[in-house]
């Protein structure tokens, strides 16, 4: 009888395998394993690719385009690079728009393309390129930076979009300060490709600053997407100048959200919509709203009516004061329904006593995915918080940032305390920050964080934890010497944390990975029973205990016998 042969399956049961893996890293292997299996597995491996740095784009390219059979297999491409200072001499940002040019009619199936670079791509082409040669194109996503798209841009030409984002990028800000209290050359033309020519769109994101000239209402007001199910909108002014108007009639923008009943996914800032006009809108507006981020008030007028909610992300950091838990936990009480969480703290002082997770914890019983951020102070420890969470009985995802204590424990020993106070998670991430971090960063996109690490739990037959798979990132190590000032740069000083004191985007700064196994239990299976009496745990306890009662059940027998 012939072994078992991975290989000899069908390619439908072979892609169906291939679903079941839960990492990409698993996936690579696998197809890496032999030639045919590659082949087999590129649907899958190469379905949705996201490119990081300048050098994995040109690699990336240059390799897909030598390789169209794998190119063809690409359903979603998202390029993200840090660019140079000067828009004009950007050679990665010219290279990188030339080869997507070039590599465009090799995208058969690409119907997602998201743009993240800093500056808009400076190979105009490349946009006339992929509407002509990828049919099935429906979801684009750009930036605008320090320049800005043309009137002729290729950009503002396609039609029957189904999903569309814009964010403003830093250099926006620094270069079109004047221009936003008047109305930019392309924002008719953009507007009439969203609202005219793709009158089926299902997403909009829009993330930056003001679009419109003052004293008007936002066009995006005016707009009726019956298929609309995701808005995002970041400080995006509508209609805040057009004046409250008759007591009877209401703000332009709460017409559009009544009218776009499809909506489930909804993101929304303080300047596109004030939290005092919320309550003016009808209650039964919005009946399918799942996902919600905005700030506590935008939460506390929507709440009442709106218990639906499953997915909740309060953007604005929330300041810890007295009565701060208490506020909290109000406002998240009405939304039985909640699964997944994610909040901000700002502390000012050393804090805290328990009773902020302790109310977030009773508030949220149905959570099964967490994320909490602590800034500017060291607030708590990590075992105390993982012991405050462990009251959630279906929480499998956890993720804390926070600033450490001076004298606490590694990211490694960390972890462990967290596995050991919730055993049912699944995945777990710890991420350390500075103190000094501003919050309108991320962390995690700009590599600013002074260690992270993410895990994944391991369990054995009966569902308990045995080992961590653990990858953790630390910025790499510098030189412990300067450089001599020479015409030839031979590194890119790293410019300060905060947007309003550089004069240039925080870049990314170069990470050092590393990837290891952590047995969470060391030892227990060499030494046997002996091992088990000899452990410092509850089962160690109880075999000590068992130990104890078998040898004077035998002394009593021995005696009543002899």
């Not at 990028?169 to 930019?184: E, N, V």
Request: proline fraction near 7%; glycine fraction near 4%.
């Amino acid at each position: 009888m012939n072994s078992p042969n991975l290989a000899a399956l069908p390619d439908d049961l072979l892609l169906e395998v291939t679903s079941c893996l839960s990492t990409r890293a698993d996936i690579l292997n696998l197809a890496l394993s032999s030639k045919y299996l590659f082949t087999s597995t590129c649907p899958v491996l190469y379905a949705h690719v996201h490119l990081g740095t300048a050098e994995q784009c040109q690699r990336t390219l240059s390799m897909l385009r030598s390789r169209p059979e794998v190119a063809r297999h690409i359903q979603k491409l998202r390029i993200r690079f840090s660019a140079s200072s000067n828009y004009m001499v950007d050679i990665n940002g010219i290279t990188i728009s030339a080869m997507l040019r070039e590599l465009a009619p090799k995208l058969d199936v690409l119907h997602t393309f998201i743009w993240d670079a800093d500056e808009i791509p400076q190979c105009d082409d490349m946009w006339f390129a992929l509407r002509m040669s990828c049919p099935r194109l429906r979801t684009l996503g750009t930036c605008y930076g320090s320049v800005i798209p043309s009137q002729r841009s290729h950009l503002l030409e396609f039609k029957n979009l189904r999903g569309f984002s814009l964010t403003l990028k830093y250099g926006y800000h620094t270069h079109h300060t004047d221009d936003f209290q008047d109305a930019l050359p392309f924002d008719g033309r953009l507007w009439d490709m969203l609202i005219r020519r793709s009158p089926d769109l299902e997403e909009l994101h829009v993330l930056g600053g003001p679009l419109i000239l003052d004293g008007t209402v936002h066009p995006l007001c005016n707009a009726r997407w019956p298929l609309l199910h995701s808005l995002s909108l970041g400080d995006v002014m509508l209609d805040w100048s057009s004046g409250p108007g008759p007591m009877s009639s209401k703000r332009p923008f709460i017409a559009f959200l009544e009218a776009h009943q499809r909506l489930r996914f909804f993101r929304i800032s303080r300047t596109a919509l004030s939290p005092h006009v919320v309550p003016s809108l009808d209650p039964s507006a919005l009946p399918h709203l799942t996902h919600f981020t905005g700030s506590l008030e935008h939460l506390q007028a929507l709440a009442p009516s709106h218990p639906q909610i499953t997915h909740l992300t309060i953007e604005e950091p929330l300041i810890i004061r007295d009565l701060a838990p208490l506020l909290i936990a109000g406002v998240l009480q009405s939304l039985r329904c909640l699964t997944e969480l994610r909040v901000a703290f700002v502390f000012h002082s050393s804090y805290e006593n328990g009773n902020l997770i302790r109310n977030l914890v009773s508030a949220c019983p149905g959570l099964t995915t967490l994320e909490i951020t602590c800034a500017r102070r060291s607030s708590f420890k990590v075992d105390t918080l993982a012991k405050s969470v462990n009251c959630l009985p279906r929480l499998r995802h956890l993720r804390l940032t926070l600033v450490p204590i001076a004298t606490g424990d590694s990211l490694r020993v960390c972890a462990c305390h967290v596995v050991q106070a919730i055993p049912r998670l699944q995945t777990f991430a710890l991420t350390f920050i500075s103190a000094s971090l501003p919050l309108s960063l991320t962390p995690v996109d700009f590599g600013l964080y002074e260690e992270s690490g993410n895990y994944v739990v391991r369990t054995d037959e009966h569902g308990l934890p045995h080992s961590l798979s653990c990858t953790e990132r630390r910025p790499a190590l510098r030189l412990p010497f300067t450089l001599p000032s020479i015409p030839i740069p031979l590194a890119v000083p790293l410019p300060t944390f905060s947007p309003f004191t550089s004069h240039s985007p925080p870049r990314e700064r170069k990470m050092r990975t590393q990837r290891y196994l952590l047995n969470l239990h060391p030892g227990t299976s060499k030494h046997g029973g002996l091992g088990l009496i000899l452990e410092r745990s509850t089962a160690g306890d109880e075999a000590r205990v068992l130990t104890v009662l078998v040898a004077l059940s035998g002394l009593a027998l021995w005696g009543f016998f002899a």
